[in-house]
């Protein structure tokens, strides 16, 4: 089981790690990027099983990324959720198109991050 | 009652949703308590404040272009850093570039949701923000900024917008 959370903001992927480990998972199966490139490099290089993503980043942007994994058949099961400050439903519309599961908006409570979480965590560790 | 007086370009609608933005932020994720207060009580406040950060966000989007910033003592972001992150006080002041990612990430949050809801219809896209240290903040607005006073956990905090409407200078932002 491992996560990959992508975030430009150093304190927010700190708070979704800490989240995540709540939510159950190990601390060795969190993987963070701090925009889409970095992302696709690891995800070449590991096996993940959920992507959590920003959108707005420097260099390659979350719906970039996401345009990218779509055109990849090999991450067709990566479960991929969305955690924004752009809560447009423009946005939410684009990514209806692009296979993702959730899309939370930035602020959440720790509560409803840890609900998103166990929606797609539990399932791929049974 | 915001204190900011709106100008043509900026509609009253429009800043009430900030005000609920920057509240919603607050609450949600810094578990603080924001209100808007009077140029009095912030002056007040601000008078026992030296050491101020700002934090910038810029916007494009097809309805127009602008920035948020968000100017706050520095004490008061080490509260929200401490309220973010879950950090005890105790463990000694924390990394320069950590807080300034805070603050920014900060006006990220309001900015983005304040878009989210005026322009929902709408695409739009964040600059990466930026945070910096700054003299105290002067009380005379600069032109075309719209100035909110604020008060968070009992200490000040400005919240400056600039909003350019795509090829309609002189329209509001619609909501």
């Given at each position: 089981?491992?996560?990959?959370?992508?975030?430009?903001?150093?304190?927010?992927?700190?708070?979704?790690?800490?989240?995540?480990?709540?939510?159950?998972?190990?601390?060795?199966?969190?993987?963070?990027?701090?925009?889409?490139?970095?992302?696709?490099?690891?995800l070449e290089k590991h096996e993940i099983n959920v992507l959590l993503t920003d959108i707005n980043m420097p260099e390659m942007t979350g719906a970039e990324l996401l345009r990218e994994l779509a055109r990849r058949?090999?991450?067709?099961?990566?479960?991929?959720?969305?955690?924004?400050?752009?809560?447009?439903?423009?946005?939410?519309?684009?990514?209806?198109?692009?296979?993702?599961?959730?899309?939370?908006?930035?602020?959440?409570?720790?509560?409803?991050?840890?609900?998103?979480?166990?929606?797609?965590?539990?399932?791929?560790?049974? | 009652?915001?204190?900011?007086?709106?100008?043509?370009?900026?509609?009253?609608?429009?800043?009430?949703?900030?005000?609920?933005?920057?509240?919603?932020?607050?609450?949600?994720?810094?578990?603080?308590?924001?209100?808007?207060?009077?140029?009095?009580?912030?002056?007040?406040?601000?008078?026992?404040?030296?050491?101020?950060?700002?934090?910038?966000?810029?916007?494009?989007?097809?309805?127009?272009?602008?920035?948020?910033?968000?100017?706050?003592?520095?004490?008061?972001?080490?509260?929200?850093?401490?309220?973010?992150?879950?950090?005890?006080?105790?463990?000694?002041?924390?990394?320069?570039?950590?807080?300034?990612?805070?603050?920014?990430?900060?006006?990220?949050?309001?900015?983005?949701?304040?878009?989210?809801?005026?322009?929902?219809?709408?695409?739009?896209?964040?600059?990466?923000?930026?945070?910096?240290?700054?003299?105290?903040?002067?009380?005379?607005?600069?032109?075309?900024?719209?100035?909110?006073?604020?008060?968070?956990?009992?200490?000040?905090?400005?919240?400056?917008?600039?909003?350019?409407?795509?090829?309609?200078?002189?329209?509001?932002?619609?909501?």
């Amino acid at each position: 089981m491992r996560i990959l959370i992508v975030d430009d903001s150093t304190v927010m992927r700190a708070l979704i790690k800490r989240v995540a480990r709540l939510a159950g998972v190990p601390n060795d199966g969190i993987l963070e990027a701090s925009n889409g490139a970095e992302a696709l490099k690891l995800l070449e290089k590991h096996e993940i099983n959920v992507l959590l993503t920003d959108i707005n980043m420097p260099e390659m942007t979350g719906a970039e990324l996401l345009r990218e994994l779509a055109r990849r058949d090999r991450y067709r099961d990566l479960v991929r959720v969305i955690i924004s400050t752009d809560g447009s439903s423009a946005r939410r519309e684009e990514a209806d198109g692009l296979n993702v599961h959730s899309y939370l908006e930035k602020p959440f409570s720790p509560e409803a991050l840890r609900h998103v979480l166990s929606q797609v965590v539990t399932p791929i560790q049974s | 009652m915001c204190s900011a007086k709106l100008s043509p370009q900026f509609s009253p609608e429009a800043g009430v949703a900030l005000m609920n933005a920057l509240v919603e932020v607050g609450e949600q994720s810094f578990f603080a308590f924001i209100e808007s207060c009077d140029e009095t009580w912030f002056e007040e406040l601000a008078s026992t404040a030296d050491q101020w950060m700002i934090a910038t966000v810029t916007f494009t989007g097809e309805q127009g272009t602008g920035a948020l910033s968000c100017l706050f003592p520095d004490d008061l972001v080490l509260d929200l850093f401490d309220a973010f992150t879950g950090r005890d006080p105790a463990e000694g002041p924390p990394d320069p570039r950590e807080v300034d990612d805070l603050a920014g990430e900060f006006a990220n949050m309001v900015c983005g949701l304040w878009l989210s809801r005026v322009m929902g219809s709408h695409t739009f896209s964040l600059g990466s923000p930026r945070a910096g240290r700054v003299p105290k903040p002067a009380s005379t607005v600069p032109e075309g900024v719209e100035r909110f006073l604020v008060v968070v956990n009992n200490r000040p905090m400005i919240v400056d917008l600039t909003v350019h409407a795509a090829n309609r200078t002189s329209e509001a932002i619609e909501v």
